[in-house]
Nanobody, 121 residues
Framework: VQLVESGGGLVQPGGSLTLSCAAS????????MSWVRQAPGKGLEWVSS????????YYADSVKGRFTISRDNAQNTLYLQLNSLKDEDTAMYYC???????????????RGQGTQVTVSS
């Protein structure tokens, strides 16, 4: 399993970013996928998940209405659109493949190296 995230950066509150994750080493199109994040000094927090066909999506209450998860199975790529960013969204964001589909929200997950999102004025 190889997951490579990109797209993070420094953004002002209220701004937007699009994160991408290039997946390889497994059959991406058959896997539930998630995004998780880790803020400084805190544990991993589940952010969002998407089913194999990209039709059903799930969001943590803290990001619902602001973040959008999507996938392109032809390109083996997972995305997370971050809008209306807040200071508390500052974290390392990880593309994550649940080890067990039933535990897509709680983990454990196989994760990439992460991409840093910093929200600051």
């Amino acid at each position: 399993v190889q997951l490579v995230e990109s797209g993070g950066g420094l953004v002002q509150p209220g701004g937007s970013l699009t994160l991408s994750c290039a997946a390889s080493g497994f059959t991406f199109a058959t896997m539930f996928m998630s995004w998780v994040r880790q803020a400084p000094g805190k544990g991993l927090e589940w952010v969002s998940s998407i089913n194999t066909f990209g039709i059903t999506t799930y969001y943590a209450d803290s990001v619902k209405g602001r973040f959008t998860i999507s996938r392109d199975n032809a390109q083996n790529t997972l995305y997370l659109q971050l809008n209306s960013l807040k200071d508390e969204d500052t974290a390392m964001y990880y593309c994550a493949k649940p080890v067990t589909v039933a535990h897509y929200r709680s983990g454990p997950w196989d994760r990439g190296q992460g991409t840093q999102v910093t929200v600051s004025s």
